[in-house]
């Protein structure tokens, strides 16, 4: 495992730990803006803004609740009392950045990189369309997107080493003991998957070339 990769699943950690703290019955998601030194910017949690109420009644009314809510990226850069330093990243779990807080991503320059914790059975076919733009926008604005899949509220064992990427059936993949499949858009042949690993790349290498290459996976099954 790489220096980079054993810190994106700290910060991840921390980030699945924050997504917590949302009162959010439904979708409970955490960011974490860390910059180049590894200090811990800004934390944030998808809820409605400070001065209005938390009240349960008001989550379960969803109508309501989008129209009041605050992402967590979003929230996360509001609490950014200075300009966010240049070569920063931002964490997310379990769900990827949506246009909205793309948006704000974008307009703080100091984001380079976006480090994306994929939930398991969080992924919606209609976000889709959604998520497909929010990527566009990020990779014309030159920021890097990594993505890890997670399995449950557990990542995937720091021990994966490129040797047990061996059991592909179809679009399927075995990482360690998490079974992922290429979602519905994309697909991951074996040939594509044997030219992305090769024996000199690591795990986390591997996972980048694969949002590179548009191959974005979810773990389906144990
Ligand atoms: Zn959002």
Same mark, same amino acid.
């Given at each position: 495992?790489?220096?980079?990769?054993?810190?994106?699943?700290?910060? +991840?950690n921390l980030a699945k730990e924050i997504s917590t703290w949302s009162k959010?019955?439904?979708?409970?998601?955490?960011?974490?803006?860390?910059?180049?030194?590894?200090?811990?910017?800004?934390?944030?949690?998808? #809820?409605?803004?400070?001065?209005l109420s938390d009240a349960p009644e008001l989550y379960a009314d969803r !109508? /309501?609740k989008y129209k009041r809510v605050v992402h967590a990226e979003l929230n996360?850069? $509001?609490?950014?009392?200075?300009? %966010?330093?240049?070569?920063?990243?931002?964490?997310?779990?379990? %769900?990827?950045?949506?246009?909205?807080?793309?948006?704000? %991503? +974008?307009?703080?320059?100091?984001?380079?990189?976006?480090?994306? #914790?994929?939930?398991?059975?969080?992924?919606?076919?209609?976000?889709?369309?959604?998520?497909? %733009?929010?990527?566009?926008?990020?990779? !014309?604005?030159?920021?890097?997107?990594?993505?890890?899949?997670? !399995?449950?509220?557990?990542? +995937?064992?720091?021990?994966?080493?490129?040797? !047990?990427?061996?059991?592909?059936? #179809?679009?399927?993949?075995? +990482?360690?003991?998490?079974?992922?499949?290429?979602?519905?858009?994309?697909? $991951?042949?074996?040939?594509?998957?044997?030219?992305?690993?090769?024996?000199?790349?690591?795990?986390?290498?591997? $996972?980048?070339?694969?949002?590179?290459?548009? $191959?974005?996976?979810?773990?389906?099954? /144990?």
């Open positions: 495992m790489t220096r980079t990769e054993k810190w994106d699943r700290r910060f +991840l959010d019955p439904s979708t409970q998601v955490g960011a974490v803006i860390v910059d180049s030194d590894g200090i811990i910017i800004a934390t944030g949690y998808n #809820g409605f803004p400070r001065r !109508e /309501k996360a850069i $509001l609490h950014t009392a200075i300009d %966010i330093p240049k070569f920063s990243t931002l964490y997310v779990t379990p %769900i990827p950045p949506c246009t909205e807080c793309t948006k704000a %991503i +974008l307009t703080k320059e100091g984001i380079f990189r976006v480090v994306i #914790g994929l939930g398991n059975g969080t992924w919606c076919a209609k976000w889709d369309a959604e998520n497909k %733009i929010a990527e566009e926008m990020m990779s !014309e604005a030159g920021v890097h997107r990594t993505v890890y899949p997670l !399995e449950d509220s557990c990542l +995937l064992g720091s021990n994966v080493q490129p040797s !047990e990427f061996e059991d592909i059936v #179809g679009n399927r993949v075995t +990482l360690g003991d998490v079974v992922c499949e290429a979602q519905e858009r994309s697909t $991951l042949s074996v040939s594509q998957w044997n030219t992305l690993v090769r024996d000199d790349s690591d795990y986390a290498e591997a $996972l980048i070339q694969m949002a590179v290459n548009d $191959l974005h996976i979810t773990p389906v099954e /144990k």
